[in-house]
Each structure stands twice: as structure tokens, then as C-alpha cells.
């Protein structure tokens, strides 16, 4: 059996159709037809398996912590806040990449941030304002030229590896920051951000940024399922049972992964089960922890105490304390 014809019958009958409908034009046009048909294929992943990553300490570090849900071309959500802390923020794993703007008036900068693959400082500055885009697993902007394995626990500066075919194509580009940090609030922020995003999707066929048929079928395709299979068992499935569900060997599927995320399916499932667990225990003050560890597959509760410190630096007990304490949820705005 190939590899197109592992996938399920609906994603073949959906590629199929796509690649029916592409016969006779140009490598361009084809190149661009077939990321936006790849990607409606993944937000019809997304929107019935959306997951909501978070970052609980980027909220506790503001009084108001603004934040725009897209679930499409990519992106989770935007985000927005004011370090109140005495500096660098924790950042727990999440499998996602980050795009973060300071938005100093005098000095705006922008990262790309990778998942950390345990809690780690991330660098920050007291009173700056941050304006973010978390991406979802396996994503990375398309005017950005990186390799993901190179991103993960890592933070590089945005100038450094913005590819200059797109920045030639979409003016802005070359000055997200600049022209994030000039605007009034979150919302013109959110809305200019879309503007040029969206931009650079409709310039899809640069050459050399966008994939083809044969990798979008046997790749990201093949990623996409993986990851939709990981969120509907919330990480509590074993690498094998993936492997068998997508119709893959296990060493094919380390191969993908490794390509498209970064690290292991067996690091991202225990990634997406922490991320469900933490995601729980924030809205959930009743549940105790014995009940939620075995309700997230972990072993007993000694085994989610130990992952649940290695991924926040604080003992699930401890963070539950800080989250009620500190009014978490109404720090939030949806913008």
C-alpha cells in the first residue's frame, strides 16, 4: 500500500478532488492552490479537534490579558499582555512556536519561540507590552525560513530568519514590529496583523516556500491526521497505536514528527496529555489530584506531581493555589 492510499478514504477522496482540479496550470498557481486546499483540509481537523494550548504564567504576569481565537490558517490564537513581573517569564511546554513582539516604542523587536520541552525563562522585560501569535503544532509561518528542530527550546530573532522573497512580495513584513508598536491597541494590532498574514498566504506561490502534491500527501497530510489522533485521545495513546491509526510504521512516524514538529510523537503526547491536564486542574477547583492524574492515563498521582514539576517548576497543588489566588480567568479579555 502507498502512502496516499493509507490515509482515510475521505482525506483521499479530498486530495484527489484537489489534485483533479489543478491539471493545466502553472507550477505557480499549483503550488498556491495546493496550500490553501492543504489547509482547508486542516482547519477542518481543527475546528472538530481544536486544541487550546496555554501559557497560564504569560496571564499571571498582566492584569489584563487580551486574547483573539482564530483556529484557522495555522494560528491558535493572538494574544496580548503587560510583564508586571520583576523580568523573564516561565514558559511551560506546548508544542506550539510562538511569534513575540516587544513592542518598546523606542526599540520593537519580534522572536520566533519554540516549545520549550521543560519550564524555562523565557526573555522578557519589566513594563514592556508583548503582542503574540501562537501557531499550532508542526506550523511555521510561511515567510519565515526555518527548520522547526532548529526552533524548539530555542528563541531566534524574527529579522533573522524572514525569508526575503516574502518581504519583498508583502510590504510590512520586514517591519512587523515596527508597525505592530505603532498602533493604538490589541484589536488594530490583531486586525493589521491578519491583514498581512492573510497577505502572504495569497503570495503562496513564491517559489521555493510552498510544498508540492507529493509531500503534501505523504508529509504534512500524514502530520495533520497524527496530530488530529493525538488531540482526540488527549495525549493518552501510544506511539504504535498512532502509527497503526494513520496507517504508518512507527520509524516513518518518528521520521515525521521529527520533521514537522521537532521532537518525538512520543514527547508530543506527553506535551498534549500535560496540556490537557493543566487545562483541567485551571477549571476544575473540585477535582482532586489523585482523580485527574488517572483521568489523564498517568500512572498514579507520584507520576503526575513529577511530570507536572519538570513542565511548571511547581508542584500541581502549588499552581492550583497560585491560579485561585490570583483571579486567573477574569485577567482575561476576548478581543
Known amino acids: 500500500m502507498d502512502n496516499h492510499q493509507a490515509l482515510p478514504f475521505d482525506v483521499r477522496r479530498f486530495l484527489g478532488y484537489t489534485v483533479y482540479n489543478m491539471r493545466g496550470r502553472s507550477e505557480g498557481n499549483l503550488h498556491r492552490a495546493l496550500f490553501f486546499h492543504s489547509y482547508q483540509l486542516s482547519d477542518r481537523i481543527s475546528e472538530a479537534t481544536f486544541m487550546k494550548t496555554i501559557q ?22 493572538l494574544y496580548e499582555y503587560v510583564n508586571n513581573t520583576d523580568g523573564n517569564l516561565p514558559a ?40 503574540g501569535v501562537r501557531f499550532q503544532p508542526g506550523f511555521i509561518p510561511p515567510f519565515c525560513d526555518a527548520a522547526m528542530r532548529d526552533l524548539v527550546g530555542n528563541q531566534i530573532a524574527l529579522h533573522d530568519c524572514l525569508s526575503p522573497s516574502i518581504a519583498a ?60 489522533e493525538i488531540f482526540l485521545q488527549k495525549g493518552q495513546v501510544s506511539v504504535e497505536t498512532l502509527a497503526s491509526d494513520v496507517g504508518y510504521s512507527t520509524r516513518y512516524l518518528n521520521t515525521l514528527f521529527r520533521e514537522h514538529a521537532g521532537i518525538s510523537p512520543k514527547r508530543m503526547c506527553q506535551i498534549i496529555r500535560f496540556q490537557t491536564a493543566i ?54 479579555i476576548l478581543a
Request: hydrophobic share 40%; with cysteine.
Open 56 to 77: 497560564p504564567y504569560f496571564a499571571l504576569s498582566s492584569s489584563h490579558y487580551f486574547k483573539r481565537v482564530i483556529g484557522r490558517y495555522g494560528i491558535t490564537h
Open 92 to 131: 511551560i511546554p506546548d508544542g506550539c512556536l510562538d511569534m513575540l513582539f516587544d513592542l518598546d516604542p523606542e526599540r520593537p523587536v519580534a522572536i520566533l519561540a519554540g516549545s520549550v520541552l521543560a519550564c524555562t525563562n523565557i526573555p522578557s522585560v519589566s513594563g514592556h507590552r508583548y503582542f
Open 279 to 332: 487545562d483541567e486542574l485551571d477549571h476544575d477547583s473540585d477535582i482532586s489530584l489523585a482523580d485527574l492524574a488517572a483521568d489523564h492515563g498517568y500512572f498514579d498521582q507520584a507520576q503526575f506531581t513529577h511530570d507536572f514539576r519538570r513542565f511548571t517548576g511547581m508542584t500541581p497543588g502549588a499552581h492550583r493555589k497560585k491560579i485561585e489566588r490570583s483571579h486567573y480567568f477574569s485577567r482575561f
Open 169 to 228: 512580495f508583502v510590504p510590512g513584513t520586514a517591519d512587523l514590529a515596527g508597525i505592530l508598536a505603532s498602533l493604538p491597541d490589541f484589536s488594530a494590532r490583531a486586525d493589521r496583523f491578519m491583514e498581512l498574514y492573510l497577505a502572504v498566504l495569497r503570495k503562496s506561490d513564491v517559489p521555493g516556500i510552498y510544498t508540492n502534491a507529493e509531500s503534501w500527501q505523504s508529509g504534512t497530510g500524514s502530520f495533520l491526521l497524527a496530530m488530529r
